[in-house]
T-cell receptor, first 113, second 115 residues
Framework: SQTIHQWPATLVQPVGSPLSLECTVEGTSNPNLYWYRQAAGRGLQLLFYSVGIGQISSEVPQNLSASRPQDRQFILSSKKLLLSDSGFYLC????????????FGPGTRLTVL | AQSVTQLGSHVSVSEGALVLLRCNYSSSVPPYLFWYVQYPNQGLQLLLKYTTGATLVKGINGFEAEFKKSETSFHLTKPSAHMSDAAEYFCAVSETSGSARQLTFGSGTQLTVLP
């Protein structure tokens, strides 16, 4: 069966510090991968998606970036965090060629102070 | 472009009462439709989905939803609310074309179940 992992689960970082959040998927190959953010009291915002290794599409201009160094690994990064980067970050994956169902990871709670 | 509207950001029901969460969508092509549930500080879990075929879809935890093309709706219902149903619910739509087939989410409805 397929599983998706995110770490860390929670993170508290000062403004201006770097960020690296990791997402890995097990039990499937060549998935589409997605990064979402939930700010307090708001819905889901799609940040990045990837259809393959090294292929990243950005949905919203911001100080975040994403990379996909391996087929089942998706990383969200920032060189300098802003207060507005605080939120709940969710990674998701989807099988290619089927009915668009996305499977979500447990999320990372990021607080920028 | 596709969009999803969830009427009511907060819905309160009494335990044992009917749950009705509303979702309307717009899409230029036949859509796939989904309902997800999110418990505090957790990821999203799929409740049910409509792709093709029967328009009344049954999901987990006693929830069901009906796809009504003429009304562009996909409302979520449960006959009798349970305390454990308290969570945030998201409706999502995806067009049946396009390479990455992204989901467009509604803004969510927070369900409170009163004892």
């Amino acid at each position: 069966s397929q599983t998706i992992h995110q770490w860390p689960a929670t993170l508290v970082q000062p403004v201006g510090s770097p960020l690296s959040l990791e997402c890995t998927v097990e039990g499937t190959s060549n998935p589409n991968l997605y990064w979402y953010r939930q700010a307090a009291g708001r819905g889901l915002q799609l940040l990045f998606y990837s259809v393959g290794i090294g292929q990243i599409s950005s949905e919203v201009p911001q100080n975040l970036s994403a990379s996909r160094p391996q087929d089942r690994q998706f990383i969200l990064s920032s060189k300098k965090l802003l207060l507005s980067d605080s939120g709940f970050y969710l990674c998701a994956w989807r099988k290619t060629g089927v009915n668009n169902e996305q499977f979500f990871g447990p999320g990372t709670r990021l607080t920028v102070l | 472009a596709q969009s999803v509207t969830q009427l009511g950001s907060h819905v309160s029901v009494s335990e044992g009462a009917l749950v009705l969460l509303r979702c309307n969508y717009s899409s230029s092509v036949p859509p796939y439709l989904f309902w997800y549930v999110q418990y505090p500080n957790q990821g999203l879990q799929l409740l049910l989905k409509y792709t093709t075929g029967a328009t009344l879809v049954k999901g987990i935890n006693g929830f069901e939803a009906e796809f009504k093309k003429s009304e562009t709706s996909f409302h979520l219902t449960k006959p009798s609310a349970h305390m454990s149903d308290a969570a945030e619910y998201f409706c999502a739509v995806s067009e049946t074309s396009g390479s990455a087939r992204q989901l467009t989410f509604g803004s969510g409805t927070q369900l409170t179940v009163l004892p």
